[in-house]
C-alpha cells in the first residue's frame, strides 16, 4: 500500500499531467493506494474533468472521493478537495466522516474503505490529511480518526500528517503528540518498524522531513515486511511530497 500527497494534481512545473503520476503508482506496484489534496471534479476554464477517474482508468484500479467540505485551487483549475482510494480490487463499506475542528481551521475528513475481494480481502484502509498549521489541532482531528477506526479487523490509517516523525529506523528523538496519541492506542508507524533509508517525504525535491505516514494496529504490525519512500519515475517532479510505499501481508499468526 501507499500514502501519497499529490498536490492538488500541481506538478513542480505547474502542469496537471496524468501520465507521470500513473507512472509512478505503476511502478510503485501497489495494490491500494491513498491521495491526499485531491481535487474531484476539476473545473478548468469552462471544462469539467475528472482527472481521478481517468487516473484509476489508466491504472485499472477502483477508486473513492471523500471531499473535506471546501474548493481549493491549482494554477489554472479548482474543484472540491478530499481524500481519495485507489484499489486493485472493488472497495466497499465506503465512508467519509469530517473531522472535528477549531474555530478558524480548515475542514478535514477521512474517507475510509475496505476492500470487497483479493488477497487482502477484508483490510480496512483510512487515508486522512491533518492540520497543517498546529498541533493542537491536530491531537484534536486524530482523537475524532482514533474514536472511528479503532476495531478488531485489519486496518490501517495514512496521509499527511503534517508532523515531524523519526528519521530513520532508531533515531532518538521524543515523539510529537499526535505520533504519542497513536502509540499509546497500540498502533504502529510501519516506516519506524520496517523502513528501509530516511523516510523523508517533504519536499519531493530534497526532502527534510518525514510527515507522510502509514500506521498499523499492533495486532497486525506482524504483517509489515518493507517500508521506503520512492524517488523513481520522475517522481520529483510530480508532486511537492514523496510516496511512503508498505509492504503487508496476512500474519502467520496473530497474538491474543
Do not use: C
Not at 528501509?196 to 505516514?213: K, Y
Amino acid at each position: 500500500m501507499m500514502t501519497y500527497n499529490i498536490h492538488r494534481w500541481e506538478g513542480s512545473d505547474r502542469r496537471l499531467d496524468l501520465d507521470r503520476l500513473a507512472n509512478v503508482i505503476r511502478i510503485a506496484e501497489a495494490d491500494i493506494v491513498g491521495l491526499n489534496e485531491v481535487l474531484h471534479p476539476v473545473t478548468i476554464g469552462r471544462r469539467i474533468v475528472e482527472p481521478l477517474a481517468d487516473l484509476a482508468d489508466r491504472l485499472d484500479m477502483y477508486y473513492a472521493f471523500g471531499p473535506s467540505g471546501w474548493i481549493d485551487y491549482g494554477p489554472g483549475w479548482s474543484g472540491p478537495v478530499g481524500n481519495a482510494l485507489l484499489s486493485r480490487y472493488p472497495l466497499a463499506e465506503i465512508s467519509n466522516m469530517a473531522l472535528p475542528r477549531l474555530p478558524g481551521t480548515k475542514l478535514r475528513s477521512m474517507l475510509g474503505a475496505t476492500l470487497a475481494s483479493g488477497p487482502v480481502q477484508g483490510l480496512s484502509a483510512f487515508i486522512t490529511h491533518l492540520d497543517h498549521a498546529f498541533e493542537g489541532t491536530r491531537l484534536w482531528q486524530i482523537r475524532g480518526v482514533l474514536r472511528r477506526i479503532i476495531q478488531d479487523g485489519p486496518h490501517f490509517v495514512g496521509g499527511d500528517f503534517n508532523t515531524p516523525g523519526f528519521l530513520g529506523r532508531h533515531t532518538r528523538r521524543l515523539l510529537p503528540p499526535v505520533l504519542r496519541m497513536l502509540n499509546s492506542a497500540g498502533y504502529q508507524d510501519a516506516f519506524r518498524a520496517v523502513g528501509e533509508g530516511h523516510g523523508r517525504t517533504f519536499p519531493s525535491t530534497s526532502p527534510l522531513v518525514r510527515i507522510d505516514f502509514l500506521f498499523f494496529p499492533g495486532r497486525w504490525a506482524s504483517g509489515l515486511r518493507s517500508a521506503r519512500t520512492i524517488a523513481d519515475g520522475m517522481m520529483p517532479q510530480v508532486s511537492d511530497h514523496r510516496p511512503l510505499l508498505v509492504e503487508w501481508t496476512w500474519p502467520d499468526s496473530l497474538p491474543a
